[in-house]
């Protein structure tokens, strides 16, 4: 009786649990635009680190939704974004900013200003000055 007593007050120790719970927090930064076209800024934080990231439909297709993620692994690799868009933004018609995962030119649209197109891992979206103003922002306050 005494073995069967101890066994039972020690058998949750010994058994490993086969799930972990992990405390995360998805934050929304900003709405760059809703709608058909949404894009959006997010701050997914878990216990051991904090990630950005750009979500997006992509309009490569018209006729499916299809959302793309950009991870950004730290803020230091979202201020680079935040970099590339202000240096475009004084730049020229045609300029590129070449990252790893990622590349946005600036495109000159008469009428309608400057417009940016992102692409990255198969996605493509697009952006006017404004949405860039609102992402350079809000990336600031981070």
Not at 6 to 13: A, G, M, N, T
Not at 102 to 122: A, F, H, N
């Amino acid at each position: 009786m005494k073995n069967l007593l101890l066994f039972i007050l020690l058998s949750p120790l010994a058994m490993k649990a086969q799930f972990k719970i992990v405390n995360s927090a998805t934050i929304n930064i900003v709405d760059v635009r809703q709608g058909t076209w949404p894009i959006s800024l997010q701050r997914i934080t878990k216990p051991s680190d904090t990630c950005y990231v750009l979500q997006f439909r992509t309009q490569e297709y018209n006729n499916s939704v299809i959302i793309k993620t950009l991870k950004f692994h730290d803020l230091g690799q979202l201020k680079y974004f935040q970099q590339g868009l202000a240096a475009l933004k004084t730049g020229n018609n045609g300029d590129v900013a070449e990252f790893k995962d990622y590349t946005i030119k600036r495109v000159d649209v008469y009428k309608e200003g400057i417009s940016y197109i992102l692409t990255c891992d198969g996605g493509l979206t697009n952006f006017q000055q404004p949405e860039a103003d609102r992402m350079m922002a809000a990336i600031a306050k981070q």
